[in-house]
């Protein structure tokens, strides 16, 4: 039996690599069958990253990457929940070879359908509730803003890896009994509004082949946010935004999500959208108020008694040193889950060992920094660098006077305004006068670039 299921998975795997060599002119790379094959065995992603030397968020940029490739290929949207069915629509258009049983076939795309979703919730690429650290205060805070605030429009706002995706996953499990339809959506592939609005319209409606007349699927969709208690979990909202330019500007095709934000934001019903991100919307940063439906929260990192509780559950040694790490890390969940791992497999969990080497360790953080950094304007990049060189924070006054004397005082506001936004600089008030830094893992990173 294992070797008919091993055979199956094989030529699904075939059929996979050969579809991504006709959209990419090369066959599957062995990390993306490790992706691949763990999604096949109903594996969530922060499983496979377990399984593997990968972080969460690596292997979801994999799964997403790959998701696009074959929607391309097959011409419809393709994801992690979704994807079997698709490939087997697929399949079932090939000419089937005479020796393949096509009912046998059928099974393998589907295996008695192991994820079945309630009707009435999707939970689309989420991850199942993990271990969780501390967040009590926050969480209480936003189940105050969702449920007795009855708040519309909640965006969860924090540089990348500091926990936005499992506080908003842990809320929204905490709170589905209050909500007649829970729906959670990433925005990492960007995908067109109008495909989006259809989705969310077909979920609400039970009808997965309705027709929705164009210029009309906005207005439909918000009768179902009125006539029922919708929660909408929107995750990776940066993704829809422009890179090398100011934060929170729409990218070329998805200016409407912005008007679909001000209209959840602003018009009457009793449904809530819940929004992750690396940077603040524009438009929601201006129509944040207390006298409207729309909050935002920008995450900090953890306490330490949580910090702690990362070490702890790594079994770390010499407990008595542990502060002189967690304290650069300021909370990072992140950061501090890789400096864990890497005392465990490296040091034999022993802190002392590590500490006589290294305060800072980053490993896979660079990669999503990079993400991050990549995103930035050009005088967002030269502002960073000077922050990093400097080593201490600077007034406005001074950057400017290191960067451009001769720069207008708005012309250095503007980016430093799009950092804050992008949760990558801190503000320290002394005397009476603020100063700007970075975060010590940014600080870091923002280092080793300027030396590279």
Not at 172 to 183: L, N, S
Not at 240 to 268: H, P, R, T
Not at 362 to 387: A, P, T, V
């Amino acid at each position: 039996m294992k070797l008919e299921t091993q055979l199956r998975y094989e030529e699904v795997l075939q059929i996979v690599d050969d579809l991504v060599f006709a959209q990419t002119d090369s066959y599957l790379q062995d990390i993306q069958k490790l992706v691949f094959q763990g999604t096949w065995e109903n594996q969530k992603y922060f499983k496979i990253a377990q399984n593997s030397i990968l972080t969460e968020g690596h292997v979801k940029d994999i799964g997403s990457e790959l998701w696009a490739i074959l929607s391309r290929a097959l011409g419809e949207k393709v994801s992690k929940t979704n994807f079997r069915a698709a490939l087997d629509r697929y399949q079932a258009r090939l000419p089937p070879p005479n020796q393949i049983d096509r009912s046998a076939q059928s099974i393998a795309l589907n295996p008695n359908n192991l994820e079945i979703a309630c009707s009435d919730q999707d939970w689309g690429e989420a991850n199942d509730p993990v271990t969780f650290y501390g967040r009590t205060t926050e969480l209480a805070t936003l189940e105050q803003w969702v449920l007795q605030e009855q708040c519309q429009l909640v965006s969860i706002l924090g540089m990348g890896g500091i926990g936005k995706t499992s506080l908003c996953l842990r809320l929204a499990h905490q709170i589905q009994d209050k909500f007649d339809y829970i729906v959670w959506r990433s925005l990492r592939n960007a995908p067109p509004f109008q495909e989006f609005v259809v989705d969310l319209i077909r979920f609400f409606s039970h009808q997965p082949n309705i027709q929705v007349p164009a210029g009309n699927e906005l207005a439909q969709l918000m009768k179902y946010l009125r006539s029922n208690r919708c929660l909408i979990v929107l995750e990776d909202v940066q993704f829809i935004m422009n890179s090398g330019e100011l934060a929170g500007n729409y990218q070329s095709g998805c200016s409407s999500y912005g008007d679909f934000f001000k209209w959840v934001g602003e018009s009457k019903h009793q449904s809530c959208l819940l929004l992750t991100s690396w940077e603040k919307p524009t438009g929601i940063a201006i129509s944040q108020s207390k006298t409207k439906p729309i909050r935002i929260l920008n995450l900090q990192g953890l306490d330490l008694e949580a910090s702690r509780e990362i070490f702890q559950e790594a079994g770390l040694e010499d407990e008595e040193m542990w502060g002189k790490i967690l304290k650069p890390y300021k909370g990072h969940p992140l950061a501090i889950k890789i400096v864990a791992m890497m005392i465990q497999d490296l040091f034999g969990a022993r802190v002392s060992e590590f500490l006589t080497n290294y305060t800072l360790f980053l490993g896979d953080l660079e990669y999503l920094l990079c993400q991050q950094f990549s995103r930035l304007s050009k005088l967002e990049h030269e502002i960073i660098g000077k922050l990093a060189q400097e080593k201490t924070p600077l007034s406005v006054a001074k950057l400017r006077e290191i960067i451009n004397s001769q720069a207008s005082i708005e012309t250095l506001l503007k980016p430093l305004l799009s950092l804050e936004r992008r949760s990558l600089i801190e503000k320290n008030n002394e005397n009476g006068e603020t100063l700007f830094t970075l975060q010590p893992v940014v600080m870091k990173y923002a280092s080793q670039r300027i030396l590279l």
